[in-house]
C-alpha cells in the first residue's frame, strides 16, 4: 500500500507570492491533516479535511487555507508569502476525522517551503 | 499552558544500551491518547507507539515501551539496545477526546534529539 505523498517536496518562493502544495493520502483514508514545523514553534496543527470538508482549524491567518476533493487528495495554499512561513509542511493521513482519541495518523515525508 | 513537556533538547546514548526519553502531559480530559513519533533527518514523521489513557499495562512495541504513569501525568519512552539508525528526533504527543478543548488534534511537544554513539 502506498504511503502519504507530498509534492513538491522542496520549494523557493520570494515574499509576497503564493503557493500550493499537495498531499495524497493513503488510499481509503479520508482525512487529511496539515502541520507546519518550524525551529521555533515547533510542530503546529494547520487544518484538518474529512470528506471534502474542513472540520478543525488551528490558530493561523487567513492567508492559509486548504481544501480537499473528492478523492481526498488536499491541497494546501499561502498567500502572500512571509519570511516567517518558511517550515517544514507535514501531511497526515488518517481512516478517521480526529474524533477518536485513537486514531493513527500517517505523515508524509514534507514539503520544505523557504521563503526569501 | 504547554499541554506537551519534553525537557530534554538533547540525549546521547551509547550503542546497545537503554534510554529514557522523557514526556510529561497536562489534560483535564478522562479520555486522551498519547503518541509517541521519530523524526529522522529525511523529515517523515514515523509512529512508534500509542497509550490510551484507559489502557491498564503500559504498551510495548518491538524495542519501545512506555512507561506510562497516569497520576504523574507520564509517558516516557523506553528504546531498548539503541541502534545507530535511532539516532533521530523524537515527538510525544498527545490527542484529547471531547472534553479537552483541542478538538481531537495532535497536540506535540518540543521534541528531544537522540544522538546514539557507536
Known amino acids: 500500500k502506498a504511503g502519504v505523498t507530498q509534492t513538491p517536496r522542496y520549494l523557493i518562493k520570494t515574499r509576497g507570492q503564493q503557493v500550493t502544495l499537495s498531499c495524497s493520502p493513503i488510499?481509503?483514508?479520508?482525512?487529511v491533516s496539515w502541520y507546519q514545523q518550524t525551529p521555533g514553534q515547533g510542530l503546529q496543527f494547520l487544518f484538518e479535511?474529512?470528506?471534502?470538508?474542513?472540520?478543525n482549524k488551528g490558530n493561523f491567518p487567513g492567508r492559509f487555507s486548504g481544501r480537499q476533493f473528492s478523492n481526498s487528495r488536499s491541497e494546501m495554499n499561502v498567500s502572500t508569502l512571509e519570511l516567517g512561513d518558511s517550515a517544514l509542511y507535514l501531511c497526515?493521513?488518517?481512516?478517521?476525522?480526529?474524533?477518536?482519541?485513537?486514531?493513527?495518523?500517517?505523515f508524509g515525508p514534507g514539503t520544505r517551503l523557504t521563503v526569501l | 499552558a504547554q499541554k506537551i513537556t519534553q525537557t530534554q533538547p538533547g540525549m546521547f546514548v551509547q550503542e546497545k544500551e537503554a534510554v529514557t526519553l522523557d514526556c510529561t502531559y497536562d489534560?483535564?480530559?478522562?479520555?486522551?491518547?498519547l503518541f509517541w513519533y521519530k523524526q529522522p533527518s529525511s523529515g517523515e514523521m514515523i509512529f512508534l507507539i500509542y497509550?490510551?489513557?484507559?489502557?491498564?499495562q503500559n504498551a510495548t512495541e518491538g524495542r519501545y515501551s512506555l512507561n506510562f504513569q497516569k497520576a504523574r501525568k507520564s509517558a516516557n519512552l523506553v528504546i531498548s539496545a539503541s541502534q545507530l539508525g535511532d539516532s533521530a528526533m523524537y515527538f510525544c504527543?498527545?490527542?484529547?477526546?471531547?472534553?479537552?478543548?483541542?478538538?481531537?488534534?495532535?497536540?506535540f511537544g518540543k521534541g528531544t534529539k537522540l544522538s546514539v554513539k557507536p
Open positions: 489534560t483535564s480530559d478522562p479520555s486522551y491518547g
Open positions: 504527543a498527545m490527542r484529547e477526546g471531547h472534553y479537552g478543548g483541542s478538538q481531537g488534534n495532535l497536540i
Open positions: 488510499s481509503g483514508h479520508r482525512s
Open positions: 479535511y474529512f470528506s471534502e470538508t474542513q472540520r
Open positions: 497509550q490510551g489513557s484507559y489502557d491498564q
Open positions: 497526515a493521513s488518517s481512516l478517521l476525522s480526529g474524533t477518536s482519541v485513537y486514531n493513527e495518523q500517517f
